[in-house]
């Protein structure tokens, strides 16, 4: 009985290795169906499951981002710059951005969606960023503290930056992180890294610089200057020369004259007992190095002690009711009044305004411009040159009748410098013979505020950012957001295992009919 079993045993064992049963078939488990089919299986189910393990990571990633996306744009809109990292390495206060209706509402908004993604980079880059949510229309009085005035307005499409420590803020309406097509007003580049890296400086980075109009003279406010200096951290008050002291003049950054109808007064007044108004703007610049931007117009009178203020003491000088015509090339109307600035092309302080902006191709606005000229470029420690002018087919209109000029200086800078102990100290005086400048200064497809920027840094402004180049949009990027993440989620678990299914019933029909 024993041997018998043992052969049995044995003969079986030989059965199996050689891949027959006892009746002489072959084993299923070693047949090529089995082997091939459950290969197959293994696969598709193995397959299946890191389709569904992937699904849950993505849709994870999509639930704590907003949104899952991949950046295949040329520009990199998403990408931060060396300039913004720096800043977010120094950064040692907590800043929020702040996002002004529900972060699902955000997902669903294009436009604030660029915004949102760029906040994550920067969030990502620093711990000290963080993103906060909160619905203006349901929840009103938490934005009462982002109002300076009354007339302040915040929006769903509002975006704040905001620094509690310090508790200055900026709020921006979503179009300024745009750039629009001065033809068809729509979206042609991305300005967010600019618009973000430099709130975050004025709000959380350094001290308030103090910027002041200059009142009593019918000066001209515009209020897009006002948003920009804001924007810029300064504070932005009025000043009445003749009710303050030099003392108190001196605080400020910035001065600002904007298209006066009435003169100063000079060296006669002191003489009768009163302000000298030409004198404390002199001891300004002079004494304490100050900044100084005059803004004329064809309308504003040869204001006898300004404009000698200007023309002896800083070199530049103007004739009231000249108006700049421009030629076809760089006219942005029929009469040439308003047209596209010339940037000068001579290595000097006047060039370092607009390089940064002209580099990238940004053009400045100018409308209703009266010429200036320079009455000298050098004198002591006083250097003069010109940052935009027009072409040389330009004219000027001069009592109805209109001349050929050419290159005729629209905006020009007066630097005065002095070195005491290997430090340089610098007073500057910006004149723009066009008021309407101002009106561009809100226009994101014009480099009008870019090239006030630029200009409130070579003024000394060191946390105004520039150099963070804007993005060109494309439609080359990626986005799967939470709406669609759905559609993707079907084509990858579903739609791709059934493809391969059906290669493997292919496969297997040939293999049985061979």
Request: charged share 20%.
């Amino acid at each position: 009985m024993g041997i018998t079993v043992r052969q049995e045993s044995n003969k079986t064992e030989k059965n199996i290795q050689t891949g027959k049963t006892q009746t002489g078939k072959k084993s299923v488990f070693s047949s090529k169906r089995f082997k091939y089919g459950s290969v197959a299986v293994i696969f598709t189910v193995v397959f299946v499951a890191f389709i569904i393990l992937l699904n849950a990571v993505f849709t994870a990633v999509a639930d704590y981002n907003g949104g899952f996306y991949l950046d295949l744009t040329g520009e990199k809109i998403y990408n931060l710059s060396e300039s913004t990292v720096n800043v977010l390495d120094s950064l040692n206060r907590k800043v929020e951005i702040i996002f002004c209706v529900s972060e699902d509402r955000v997902s669903d908004s294009e436009e604030l969606s660029y915004v949102k993604r760029l906040a994550e980079k920067y969030r990502s880059a620093s711990d000290r960023i963080s993103l906060v949510y909160r619905d203006v229309v349901k929840d009103p009085v938490y934005f009462n503290q982002f109002k300076k005035t009354s007339a302040d307005t915040i929006s769903q499409t509002s975006v704040i930056i905001n620094c509690p420590e310090t508790k200055r803020y900026t709020v921006y309406p979503l179009v300024r992180f745009f750039k629009l097509s001065s033809e068809t007003r729509s979206i042609f580049a991305y300005d967010g890294e600019n618009k973000l890296t430099g709130a975050i400086m004025q709000t959380a980075i350094g001290e308030p610089q103090k910027a002041g109009f200059i009142t009593g003279h019918g000066e001209e406010k515009r209020s897009s200057v006002e948003t920009l200096l804001r924007e810029q951290g300064y504070e932005v008050s009025d000043v009445d020369l003749k009710a303050v002291t030099e003392e108190q003049l001196a605080s400020y950054n910035l001065l600002i004259i904007s298209n006066p109808k009435y003169d100063y007064t000079g060296i006669a007044a002191a003489k009768e007992g009163r302000v000298n108004e030409i004198g404390l703007l002199n001891a300004y610049l002079t004494k304490n190095y100050g900044n100084l931007m005059v803004f004329i117009s064809p309308e504003t009178p040869q204001l006898t002690e300004l404009s000698s203020f200007l023309a002896d003491d800083w070199g530049i000088s103007f004739v009231s009711g000249d108006i700049a015509v421009e030629g076809e090339s760089q006219a942005l109307e029929a009469n040439g009044v308003y047209f596209l600035g010339t940037p000068s092309s001579e290595d000097s302080y006047g060039k370092t305004i607009h390089a940064s902006v002209t580099e990238t191709g940004g053009q400045a606005v100018f409308g209703n411009a009266t010429p200036l000229s320079l009455t000298f470029t050098e004198k002591g420690e006083k250097n003069v040159s010109v940052v935009y002018g027009t072409s040389s087919s330009s004219g000027r209109l001069h009592e109805g009748a209109i001349a050929a000029e050419g290159n005729m200086p629209i905006m020009t800078l007066s630097v005065y410098s002095k070195i005491y102990d290997s430090n340089e100290y610098r007073a500057n005086v910006l004149v723009c013979g066009s008021a309407d400048y101002m009106n561009y200064v809100s226009e994101q497809s014009f480099a009008n505020a870019d090239i006030l920027k630029s200009t409130f840094a070579v003024m000394g402004n060191t946390n105004v950012v520039t150099g963070i180049r804007y993005k060109v949009v494309e439609d080359t990027a990626i986005t799967v957001t939470q709406e669609n993440f759905k559609n993707y989620a079907v084509l990858l678990s579903v739609l791709v295992p059934l493809v391969i299914a059906a290669l493997g019933t292919a496969m297997y029909i040939k293999r049985k009919k061979a």
